[in-house]
């Protein structure tokens, strides 16, 4: 079945560091496949999406590039702040016609000014 | 618009006991899902469904029971709870016609099960 392996955490980074979260993934098909993040204590929220390859998702700063030949959709910032401290999901909606995701476990990042 | 609405936001159960966790969307979204959040596994689902009337179980349905009567609601039952079933709760909703492929959750229910 479908599955997201992304890396374990926490990262910790001082602000206006690179951040870089890997994400890889299996799947059947063509897949969507997102970034979630979420904040102490919220729900879910989506940060980007990509669904095709070669597609670059972007917000807020964040990117990703789906990327088929390595099946990765790896998270990039170029400089973070304290305020994107947060709890970051990286998923996969499949090309079956059901609209349901397949999350990988969370990484925690963590911003000291 | 409300978006997804979910409760209660915490609730403690004792072993055995039955409850209703609440989810309403008034965004019109065909398709409705739980998950369940846990510790280093990230969000699981639970049960799911593409319209009023029809669903179908996720990758964790045992111990959960769900209905759709309406487009709005998609309420998750727990018949007896068990300590396992301590958790959180998301419930989340998309519209592949009106909004592509986008979930949209909501604030979650934080269940504890003594």
């Known amino acids: 079945g479908d599955s997201v392996t992304q890396m374990e955490g926490p990262v910790t980074l001082s602000e206006e560091a690179f951040l870089t979260i890997n994400c890889t993934y299996t799947?059947?098909?063509?897949?969507?496949l997102f970034w979630y993040v979420q904040y102490p204590g919220e729900g879910l929220q989506l940060l980007l999406k990509?669904?095709?390859?070669?597609d670059k998702g972007s917000n807020k700063g964040f990117e990703a590039t789906y990327r088929k030949e390595t099946t990765s959709f790896h998270l990039e910032k170029g400089s973070v702040q304290v305020s994107d401290s947060a709890v970051y999901f990286c998923?996969?909606?499949?090309?079956?016609?059901?609209?349901?995701?397949?999350f990988g476990k969370g990484t925690m990042l963590l911003v000291s000014p | 618009n409300a978006g997804v609405t979910q409760t209660p936001k915490f609730q403690v159960l004792k072993t055995g006991q039955s409850m209703t966790l609440q989810c309403a969307q008034d965004?019109?979204?065909?398709?409705m899902s739980w998950y369940r959040q846990d510790p280093g596994m990230g969000l699981r689902l639970i049960h799911y469904?593409?319209?009023?009337?029809?669903?179908d179980q996720g990758e964790v349905p045992n111990g959960y029971n769900v209905s759709r009567s309406t487009t709005e609601d998609f309420p998750l039952r727990l018949l007896s709870a068990a300590p396992s079933q301590t958790s959180v709760y998301f419930c989340?909703?998309?519209?592949?016609?009106?909004?592509?492929?986008?979930?949209?959750f909501g604030p979650g229910t934080r269940l504890t099960v003594l």
């Open positions: 989340a909703s998309s519209s592949p016609v009106a909004g592509g492929n986008e979930q949209f």
């Open positions: 799947a059947t098909g063509y897949p969507s």
């Open positions: 990509a669904t095709k390859a070669d």
């Open positions: 998923a996969l909606m499949g090309g079956s016609g059901y609209s349901t995701l397949t």
């Open positions: 965004m019109n979204h065909e398709y």
């Open positions: 469904s593409v319209g009023a009337g029809i669903t």
